[in-house]
């Protein structure tokens, strides 16, 4: 889904679009960062929905 179609000045809540890498935890834009969930990772570094960069998900293993 792309964010700039659901982007309008009447919708009342806008999603931050940076998140906090779980790994390195710097803020990254959103869409560069790896979501976690069971198929992208399966070590217990990290928990599922959270996000990582792509250094670090290259780092740990994260598969994207
Ligand atoms: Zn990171």
Redesign the pocket.
Known sequence: MDERILAHPRTPTVEPKTAR?A??R?EYPRREMVYLHEETHDNLTFFNGER??K??ARRYGVSH
């Open positions: 890498c790994g390195c710097l990582v960069c250094p670090c």
